[in-house]
Structures are given as structure tokens and as C-alpha cells.
T-cell receptor, first 116, second 112 residues
């Protein structure tokens, strides 16, 4: 298994509070991603990073920010959590593949977030 | 935007059967297509990655094919076992080559 950990694994918080989720990798992969998984919607990309301090928005980025100050860590912040952000959050990593594009994505175990 | 569809949404087969899971995507300008397995309450496990220049990949009892021109991929599972019961997800990237766009999955149940 790829060395990816997510913390916390479970969190319950209240509407309006800030929340930060952490993804840590030991594979030295360049690319890191945050997805959310919801019933009926499947997995959707929130933000991704293609290097230290290099990030970009995904399909559902509103209400989320990210930071990557080191290769191994990618943080996802909900500035003011809302009930619609109740979800399971997955971090993924990938590295260079052939042809200059990314290779296999490996996923972390997920964080279950409940916003009351 | 890349749209990925998986059919059927659910499938139940007796142990030992060979089966095919289908995946279609709308934008044929992909770099990679990946198949994953997800067990209930767990993360995603990568099964196979097919690059756009390839037509198929094999791993053990699994074989995935890719037809870019028709926007289709199939995952073939040979001699199914109860341990194969899980949700299988197909994901295709876009021409950015970074993010994956996921289908909603096929929930597979293999009965003894």
C-alpha cells in the first residue's frame, strides 16, 4: 500500500467552525489531490497540487482552501463549515508517468466529517 | 467536462462466473483510465491503469480494455469469488492529465 495517512479519521464539528484535514505521504510523489465522496454524486475533485505551493481548483472548490508547504503534506481547510460539507474526504497522490502525464493515483483511507 | 458512466449500477452473480463491468466516457482526449475497487467504509484500491496508447491491461483474474474512439472501457473479472464483492469504480482523466473524473460505480455481489 502507498504510504498515505489522513488525519483525523473522523470528526464531528458545528456549523461555522473552521476545520483542517491533513494528508501526509511518505512516497515523495509530486501530485496530491483532495476528493469528496457523497451518495448519488460519487467522487468529486476539490483541489489538487502539482508541487510545493502549486495548487489549483477542482470541480467543487467553493468553501475550501488548500495549502502545501512541504512535498509530504497537503492540507484542506473548511474556513466556515456548513452542513453541505458533511462528507467523506479522500486524499490521493500520484507521480510522473510516461508521456509527461500523471501515473496511477493512490488513495488514503479517508476522513469522515460530520457538520452539525 | 469529462462525464463517466458505469453500467450496471449493481450486479449479482454466483461464484465462478465470468463477468464484465462497463464504463463509458464522453471526452476521448484522455491520458489515463483507471479502475478501482472500494470495499464498504474503506478507501479506494487501484486495480488497473490503462494509458491512452494502450488497449488493455491485465492483473491476475482482471483484464481491462480501453477503446478511446468509442469512449468505452470494460473490466473483465474471470472466475469470480465472494471476495470480489465490492464497488468497482472507473475514472478517466481530462486533457489536463491531472484530475480523475469518476463514475458512480458498479456494486458487485458474488454469492457462494
Amino acid at each position: 500500500d502507498a504510504g498515505i495517512t489522513q488525519s483525523p479519521r473522523h470528526k464531528v464539528t458545528e456549523t461555522g467552525t473552521p476545520v483542517t484535514l491533513r494528508c501526509h505521504q511518505t512516497e515523495n510523489h509530486r501530485y496530491m489531490y483532495w476528493y469528496r465522496q457523497d451518495p448519488g454524486h460519487g467522487l468529486r475533485l476539490i483541489h489538487y497540487s502539482y508541487g510545493v505551493k502549486d495548487t489549483d481548483k477542482g470541480e467543487v472548490s467553493d468553501g475550501y482552501s488548500v495549502s502545501r508547504s512541504k512535498t509530504e503534506d497537503f492540507l484542506l481547510t473548511l474556513e466556515s463549515a456548513t452542513s453541505s460539507q458533511t462528507s467523506v474526504y479522500f486524499c490521493a497522490i500520484s507521480d510522473y508517468g510516461t508521456g509527461g502525464v500523471t501515473d496511477t493515483q493512490y488513495f488514503g483511507p479517508g476522513t469522515r466529517l460530520t457538520v452539525l | 467536462k469529462q462525464e463517466v458512466t458505469q453500467i450496471p449500477a449493481a450486479l449479482s452473480v454466483p461464484e465462478g462466473e465470468n463477468l464484465v463491468l462497463n464504463c463509458s466516457f464522453t471526452d476521448s482526449a484522455i491520458y489515463n483510465l483507471q479502475w478501482f475497487r472500494q470495499d464498504p467504509g474503506k478507501g479506494l484500491t487501484s486495480l488497473l491503469l490503462i494509458q491512452s496508447s494502450q488497449r488493455e491491461q491485465t492483473s491476475g483474474r482482471l483484464n481491462a480494455s480501453l477503446d478511446k474512439s468509442s469512449g468505452r472501457s470494460t473490466l473483465y473479472i474471470a472466475a469470480s469469488q465472494p471476495g470480489d464483492s465490492a464497488t468497482y469504480l472507473c475514472a478517466a482523466d481530462s486533457n489536463s492529465g491531472y484530475a480523475l473524473n469518476f463514475g458512480k460505480g458498479t456494486s458487485l455481489l458474488v454469492t457462494p
